[in-house]
């Protein structure tokens, strides 16, 4: 479903990603999983264009969308969770939702916020409050919910577990197996290795840019050494 | 208490197009985080172009649609220039897209002269509400009445579109977060070109609909230039009812010092922003800007180094030519360098500021004037010898840039910038409107030099020996300890601070001395043309200073003085023409989209290109 291909990515003269390939199939959960400075944000930002690799190729349900402006890149059906959130704190939690609406894509799940708040109870009582006045785990339940109203067919997970309350980790796994189970393929990226056991069907370990390790969870639990190299557990 | 009453209302009604202009500023600082120093264009253009509808569509009818279709119209231009010249520098530091605008100001100025010539028009009366009403026997005219009905009417619909529709929502998303906005799906330069057209709408509405109180002339676009950044400053960037808010204080204030104060009708607006910028620096509604949010962008910033062998050989033997000048040279050429080398000082000490000190003054020409002033009037009033005068015009200058420096560097960015404005503007007020004292309009005359510098000659390289000091002492101070420190708080205050550098302090004394050195060229200028005028503190003087030091190169030391040298020097041949404007404003656009290095800049590259000068990752 997404697949890339060598790519090269710079932040002015800093060569961040080196020659990064892998492929997320159809109804995966993918964990990218890696050191902090790998570049799995890096690998993000390039896949939505918001970092434009110099050189490869990133395509998506086989077009090639290398160098495509991030907004188109999003109506494709493509939905972005960034690190820092980035929720915009003046807006209320319904407005949040409204910027990220977009039409119905045959194929996925139309969400409403209705749905939403069902999947997210904590913010349903709050959606009239300013993303400002939100927890960090309630503000990284609007993030993920906000790109939802998109009606992604693949979601980027960026370090969906960072800075959160443990209890809210657990909900977050929740979220994202019953989101699989709705299919959804999804790209997160973690350093938290217990958090990516229980949520995805594969893995990939980036160091320096590159794609050490490719295999399924299974796999990796039966090499150690491997994780014990590219991983701090 | 009827007088009271009509007051406040001929101040509501002014207040109505002040808002309308403002708050269309306002908004599309908001979103695109452009200070758009056009927004007195549009409203010029409103006010041209529904004077012509006015003249072709009749009755009431006829009004009223010529103010909708002044306001589309204006909006469609708008469309226009976003397009062509604010797309390709969203993403370039403020500076370089201030620049922009201020070319835009000046293609305007020309097309509009060439459009509709050099006449002021009369605004047509409003049919049906050309008389007065008495309120409590006091005359107010229906028009106001009118205009004071009406905005409100304007406020509800863009406060309901802002905060009621999803284009609204879009457009406060983007307001905090554009990138954000633009991988959720939405095409963000289509917001910000819809964002530009309603805020030139209502520049264009603003103008159109003042017609009948104020006419249309060429000098609207400065005129109300001050007046509506002071708005959007008191009320606070980007905030609709703040924009509201503050057009009607100023107004009224306004109206009420034409009758109590009338001294000091110009001085007032920016007394009570500094006021109100002294107790909440963002102003009345504003939020506070996030430092670092549209900082520098695009290559880093190179380090500076003292010159090298090559480049310090053809400085020598530059300064050998000029040395010898006076043998081969007339005297028309003289005194054009002199010209030349006073400009090149007063650029060399705003690029000290804005290059290295990262403080962008909008009001440098408060010094260079003020140090002019400062020499003019001891010499008038105390009969000086120009020796002293020299002496005294820099510490003068020096002095007024410490305490306007003091208020003005509480704030950063924008607000900063606003208030250096600001501070030139209450500055050139007092001498405009304090005719007993500094002459006011008619300037002070009758300023020569001493005996022994009367001479062409003698002036000559009196003023090449102490512009070439300052220019070597700014050099000096660059690569000096201070020079140091300075660029550390520019870059990082921070990590300045955390070193142990007082950066606020830092920046005072460079302000200071920034100020100072501009009071040498001021004091300069005085005595070689014998006389002053307070056309040397206006905005249009600070904003020459501004875009000579972009074109010469902000990024390169010698910036300033290459930027200087070439504007002035072209200035004399370019002015001929009579459209000069347009094609400085075409120039400067040119070199902001294509050539952002400025000349400097540009060369240096060109140098390194073929082996000239070294590279830096080489050397």
């Known amino acids: 479903m997404l697949e890339i291909k060598g790519i090269n990515s710079f932040y002015g003269k800093a060569h961040v990603l080196n020659d990064l390939s892998f492929d997320v199939a159809r109804g995966q959960v993918v964990a990218l999983l890696g050191r902090n400075g790998a570049g ?5 930002k390039s896949v939505m264009q918001l970092v434009v690799p110099q050189t490869g190729s990133v395509t998506f349900q086989d077009i090639d969308i290398t160098r495509m402006p991030p907004h188109k890149v999003a109506k494709m059906g493509l939905g972005y969770v960034p690190e820092e959130r980035r929720i915009f704190t003046d807006l209320t939690v319904m407005e949040n939702l409204e910027v990220g609406r977009q039409p119905e894509r045959e194929g996925t799940v139309k969400w409403s916020e209705d749905m939403l708040f069902d999947m997210f109870p904590n913010l349903a009582e709050r959606r009239t409050n300013r993303g400002k006045e939100l927890s960090g785990g309630e503000q990284q339940m609007l993030t993920i919910a906000r790109t939802l109203m998109g009606n992604p067919s693949l979601i980027l997970l960026d370090e969906p577990s960072e800075g959160i309350a443990p209890v809210i980790v657990e909900e977050m796994a929740r979220v994202i197996l019953r989101l699989k189970k709705d299919g959804l393929t999804v790209l997160l990226s973690e350093q938290n290795l217990h958090f990516a ?3 995805a069907d594969r893995v990939v370990i980036v160091e320096s840019g590159t794609a050490k390790y490719k295999g399924t969870l299974a796999e990796l639990n039966a090499q150690p050494d491997v994780r014990d190299t590219y991983l701090s557990v | 208490m009827g007088f009271f009453i009509a007051q406040i209302l001929t101040g509501l009604a002014n207040a109505s197009a002040l808002f309308m202009v403002a708050s269309g500023l306002s908004l599309i600082f908001g979103v695109t985080r452009i200070v758009n120093f056009a927004h007195g264009s549009f409203y010029m253009l409103g006010a041209y172009v529904g004077y012509s509808f006015m003249q072709v569509l ?3 009818w006829g009004f009223w649609t010529s103010i909708l ?5 204006v909006g469609i231009i708008g469309i226009v220039v976003e397009m062509l010249v ?12 201030l620049v922009a605008t201020f070319g835009v100001i000046l293609v305007v100025q020309d097309l509009t002269l060439l459009i509709w010539g050099a006449d002021d028009f009369l605004g047509p009366r409003a049919p049906g509400l050309k008389g007065i009403i008495r309120i409590m026997g006091e005359p107010v005219p229906k028009y106001d009445l009118a205009l004071i009905a009406l905005t409100p009417f304007v406020a509800f619909a863009l406060w309901w579109l802002i905060t009621k529709t999803r284009t609204g929502i879009l457009v406060r998303a983007a ?11 939405v095409n963000q330069a289509w917001l910000f070109t819809g964002v530009f057209f309603l805020g030139c709408a209502l520049a264009g509405l603003g103008g159109a609909v003042q017609l009948p109180k104020g006419g249309a002339d060429l000098l609207m676009d400065f005129n109300i230039l001050s007046a509506i950044f002071v708005v959007v400053v008191i009320g606070g960037m980007g905030s609709l009812p703040g924009a509201y808010v503050a057009a009607v204080l100023i107004s009224v204030l306004n109206v009420f010092g034409v009758n109590y104060l009338p001294q000091s009708t110009l001085a007032l ?4 922003m500094v006021v109100v910028l002294i107790f909440r620096p963002f102003g009345l509604f504003g939020r506070e800007e996030v430092a670092g949010e549209h900082g520098q962008v695009g290559e880093p910033e190179r380090p500076i180094k003292p010159a090298g062998q090559t480049a310090r050989m053809i400085v020598m033997a530059g300064l050998v030519l000029l040395a010898f000048l006076p043998l081969i040279g007339d005297s028309f050429l003289l005194v054009l360098i002199t010209d030349i080398a006073i400009f090149c000082l007063f650029a060399a000490s705003l690029h000290f500021l804005l290059g290295l000190g990262g403080l962008v003054s909008f009001g440098h020409a408060a010094y260079f004037g003020g140090g002019a002033y400062a020499a003019a009037l001891l010499v008038t009033y105390a009969g000086t010898p120009m020796e002293l005068a020299l002496i005294l015009a820099p510490l003068a200058a020096g002095l007024t840039a410490i305490i306007f420096g003091w208020v003005c560097l509480r704030l950063t960015g924008v607000y900063f910038a606003m208030l250096t404005l600001a501070f030139a503007q209450l500055l050139w007020s007092l001498v405009f409107q304090w005719g007993d004292f500094t002459g006011g309009d008619d300037g002070l005359v009758d300023i020569w030099p001493s005996e022994w510098a009367s001479g062409t000659t003698t002036f000559y390289y009196l003023a090449l020996v102490l512009c070439i000091g300052g220019i070597i002492i700014l050099r000096h101070t660059a690569h000096a300890p201070f020079g140091y420190a300075l660029r550390g708080a520019r ?22 001395f920034a100020g100072a050195m501009a009071g040498i060229a001021g004091g300069l200028f005085v005595f070689s043309k014998g006389s002053i005028f307070p056309n040397e503190l206006e905005i249009a003087r600070s904003f020459d200073a501004l875009i000579v030091v972009f074109l010469g190169g902000v990024k390169t030391l010698a910036g300033g003085v290459v930027g200087g040298a070439a504007l002035e020097g072209a200035k004399d041949y370019i002015t001929r023409f009579e459209y000069w404007r347009l094609l400085l404003g075409l120039l400067i656009i040119f070199v902001v989209i294509v050539a952002p290095d400025g000349i400097a800049g540009t060369l240096r590259k060109w140098a390194e290109k073929i082996g000239l000068m070294k590279r830096e990752d080489q050397a």
């Open chain 1, 40 to 44: 799995k944000t890096t690998t993000m």
């Open chain 1, 197 to 199: 056991q229980a949520v």
């Open chain 2, 58 to 60: 009749p009755g009431a």
């Open chain 2, 69 to 73: 279709l002044a306001g589309l119209v």
């Open chain 2, 86 to 97: 604010l797309r390709p520098v969203y993403k370039a530091p403020e500076l370089f897209q």
């Open chain 2, 175 to 185: 307001t905090q977060d554009r990138e954000m906005v633009g991988a959720l799906g």
């Open chain 2, 269 to 272: 607006m920016f007394v009570v």
């Open chain 2, 491 to 512: 870059d990082s205050a921070r990590q300045a601070e955390a070193t142990g550098i007082n950066t606020k302090h830092v920046q005072w004394v460079a302000f200071g």
